[in-house]
C-alpha cells in the first residue's frame, strides 16, 4: 500500500527561549498558510511546557510539494527567524524519499541528521 505522501517530524532544540521560538514559528506558520506550497496540508508545531526541545510535524501530498515548500520557504526572512532561534536537531521522515530530496539535504548538510523511516506499508486516510 504504497503512496506518496510525506510526514516529517523535525526536532528542534530551542537557544533563544520559548517567546522567541512561537513567535518564529508563528509568523513562518501564517505565511506558509498563506503563500506557502499548495501540496503541504498540514503544518504544526508542538513544544511542551518548561522544555527547550520542540517538534514541526509537516505533511506533503508528495516528494514534488517537498521540494516545492523547501525551495521557496528557505528564502524567507520567516525562516531565517526560526533558524536563528532553534536548532534542527533531527528530521524523522516517514514515506517516499527521492534522489532530488537527497541532494537537497546534501547541499544543506542536513543528510546527517536525517532519520528515513520507510515507505507505508499498510494504513488507511480519511
Known amino acids: ?29 501564517c505565511r506558509v498558510e498563506a503563500e506557502g506550497h ?8 508542538f513544544c511542551p511546557d518548561g522544555t527547550n526541545d520542540a517538534r514541526a510535524v509537516v505533511r506533503y501530498r508528495d516528494a514534488e510539494a517537498w521540494l516545492g515548500h523547501h525551495d521557496l520557504v ?6 531565517t527567524a526560526l ?15 527521492t534522489d532530488p530530496m537527497r541532494e537537497w539535504f546534501g547541499r544543506m548538510g542536513l543528510a546527517g541528521k536525517v532519520r528515513h523511516h520507510g515507505e507505508t506499508l499498510a494504513g488507511f486516510r480519511r
Open 1 to 29: 500500500m504504497q503512496d506518496g505522501e510525506i510526514t516529517v517530524v523535525n526536532h528542534y532544540r530551542i537557544q533563544s527561549g520559548r517567546p522567541a521560538f512561537l513567535a518564529a514559528v508563528t509568523a513562518l506558520a
Open 38 to 45: 499548495p501540496g503541504v496540508p498540514g503544518y504544526r508545531f
Open 74 to 79: 528557505m528564502g524567507w526572512p520567516e525562516m
Open 83 to 97: 533558524r536563528s532561534v532553534a536548532d534542527l536537531d533531527e528530521i524523522n521522515l516517514f514515506g517516499p524519499i
